[in-house]
């Protein structure tokens, strides 16, 4: 089940910023890291921002994440035509004792 | 290079079984928790089960508990997913993970295998 709350669809042209959302609660955003995944039609998920606004080696430093209570956020900063993906947020959920993952944000390239 | 080879889906009947594979290199399997994760398709990622690096603990979803069971040969660094009373709703791309411990992100993703539930 999806417990964290994302917009389907966000957009812009190339250099632009594009902010996604990522709502939960306390027993997932509010108290575990968040973390960002990139998926382009056919492949595998991608780990892009882990620890709320951590970048793994080789992830353009256009990434970025942040965190505020139950809410979390990534912003793509200069976006560019490559970053056309879906973007899923994900966190610990101490009582489900496990991953949840966000609804899923098709980010389009204008 | 860290590399994560499903196998093992299929087309199978609802009430069937199939067990899935995991196979690991170019890490220390056993200092890794594990994940599976699907996606059906057209929809999005759901988490479906983890163990830890000696497999001491697992965790399941809601969707998948008493059904399906997740174990790991650090051996031979294998973990597999047996699936039990399938459903139709369990068609799906599934992806094993790694995460450097139980809640860790999940850093490295295999391609996928597809189950197909019909």
């Known amino acids: 089940q999806s417990v964290l709350t994302q917009p389907p669809s966000a957009s812009g042209t190339p250099g632009q910023t594009v902010t996604i959302s990522c709502s939960g609660g306390s027993s997932n955003v509010g108290s575990e890291s968040v973390n960002w995944y990139q998926q382009t039609p056919g492949t595998a998920p991608k780990l892009i921002i882990y620890g709320d606004d951590q970048r793994p080696s080789g992830v353009p430093h256009r990434f970025s994440g942040s965190k505020s209570g139950t809410s979390a956020s990534l912003a793509i900063s200069g976006l560019q035509s490559e970053d056309e993906a879906d973007y899923y947020c994900?966190?610990?959920?101490?009582?489900?004792?496990?991953?949840?993952f966000g609804t899923g944000t098709r980010v389009t390239v204008l | 290079e860290v590399q994560l080879v499903e196998s093992g889906g299929d087309l199978v009947q609802p009430g069937g079984s199939l067990r899935l594979s995991c196979a690991a290199s170019g890490f220390t399997f056993s200092s890794y928790a594990m994940s599976w994760v699907r996606q059906a398709p057209g929809k999005g990622l759901e988490w479906v089960s983890i163990t830890s690096g000696s497999g001491g603990m697992r965790y399941y979803a809601d969707s998948v508990k008493g059904r399906f069971t997740i174990s790991r040969d650090n051996s031979k660094k294998v973990v597999w997913l047996q699936m039990n009373g399938l459903r139709v709703d369990d068609t799906a791309i599934y992806y094993c993970?790694?995460?450097?411990?139980?809640?860790?992100?999940?850093?490295?993703w295999g391609q996928g295998t597809l189950v197909a539930v019909s």
């Open positions: 993970a790694r995460g450097e411990v139980v809640a860790a992100p999940l850093d490295s």
């Open positions: 994900s966190a610990w959920d101490d009582s489900l004792k496990g991953f949840v």
